[in-house]
Structure formats: C-alpha cells, structure tokens
C-alpha cells in the first residue's frame, strides 16, 4: 500500500466551527478501506456516517463507500473534462481517490472534507498541492487581481495569531502590492506553522495552477515545496487524532 492510496476525513462541528480528523480511507489492492479515527471521539456532536455504526471496525468494500462516490463527478457528464482541468488531473489517468484528495470532496450539505496527508521525507522535502481557501469571502477587487496572477508566481504565508475564529490560521497573500488573498487548509496549517518558526525559508508557495473560469473554490491551486530545514521535526500525523481506533 502506497501512502499516497491514503486519505483523511475531516469534518467541522456546526457548533464550535473547529476541524476534526475522523476518518481514514485506503485503497489497498482491489478494495477500499475504511477506519474512524480517534479524532471522531474527540469531536463535539459527531454522529458516525451512515452503514459505518462501530469505531472498532474496518470498513470494506470493492467499490467505493457511496459517502464518497457522490462527491465525485460523474464522468458521464459533459462537462467532466473541464472540471478535471481544474483539478489538474488528465482524464484517463485520474484515480477517484486522486479526485477526492484534489477536490476536497466538499458538498453544501455537509461539513466533510477529503485530503491527503503532507508527506515529508527524512530530508525535510515535500511537494503538496491544495486549493486557496476563503477567496470567496473577500472582496471583488481582490477577487479580480487573483485572476490576474500567474502560474509560477510566487506567494507567501503568514500567521493569523489573531483570529478568534482559528489562531492558528495561516493567512496567503502576494507581494508588491502585499494583499491578502486566501487561507492555507487547516489540516495542513500545524506542520507548515512549526517549519515557518523553525526555519522561514523551508517553505516555499507558488501559483500552480489558475482558472478564471471555475468556481471560486477551484480557482486557484497553490504549490507548496518544503525544502531541507535546519532542525528535524515532528508531523501532526503522530497526533491522535489521525490515529485509527484499529
């Protein structure tokens, strides 16, 4: 098993807002697998999905789990093509588990969202590719200067100590002029956060790919390339939260 065939599922509390890690999805072989993670027993107000009733059990099926299936877009759809262009993914070659991690598997009538873990090699390297998050919430001048950027255009992250909402935010803004423009994901804010503290230079966000034309939530793919850093550290995937029941 590959650790890019592993996906995590986090889901936000409609009461407190915070982010959780519930769930741990694999393909393995043929069959996909799924597990609760501890996080789902951390989290407030969590009720376990539907057909998947036991924490102490692994779920598995040779198609994927319909939880999951109905937040990837048919590929009998016409518009299919284009939306995995937006993704960056060329059709053909997509897996489904690849669209999940891409996508983030959102839906408006959910609180669920599918992503992959931040591999960092023992040297300190990683590549990660996410969506800019909140650029829907700002303002339409800002919204159009997105546009205008472009691929390879570098970006760069900040703490948002301040947010009452998340302290741990990591805001995403340009550089001449210095505009804020969107947000990091959160699953992927500790590690970053502890590599910017440690070593400022570690990390490096560019323009990977635009979209003028797609939905604010798949307009603007960022690239994240973590270089070899001074001092080793420790990932949140250790936490456990991320850790499966069994």
Known sequence: MK?????????????????HVVGQLKKE????????????????????FSGMPNFN????SDTLFPLFKN???SNKRPEYPTFLNWLGLKQGEESELEILSRSGGTRKTDRIQTFK???????????????LH?????????????????VGTRLFLAQD??????????????ENPTEIIGYCPKYIT??????????????EVTVSALQSEAPTHYKLMCKIEGHKIREPLTTNYNDDEYQTFI
């Open 3 to 19: 650790s890019n065939d592993t996906l995590y599922i986090a889901w936000q509390s409609e009461k407190t807002r915070s982010w």
């Open 29 to 48: 072989k043929n069959f996909f697998i799924f597990k609760y993670t501890k996080g789902a027993k951390f989290a407030h107000n969590f009720q376990k």
């Open 57 to 60: 059990e692994a779920y598995k």
């Open 71 to 73: 937040r990837i877009m």
């Open 117 to 131: 873990k931040l591999e960092i090699q023992e040297s300190g390297q990683f590549i990660y590719y996410f969506f």
């Open 134 to 150: 909140g650029l829907r919430h700002l303002n339409i001048e800002t919204q159009k200067k997105v546009d205008n950027l472009e």
């Open 161 to 174: 100590i301040q947010n009452k909402s998340d302290p741990k935010a990591l805001i995403i803004r340009t």
């Open 190 to 203: 500790n590690d970053l956060s502890a590599r910017l503290n440690k070593d400022p230079e570690s990390v």
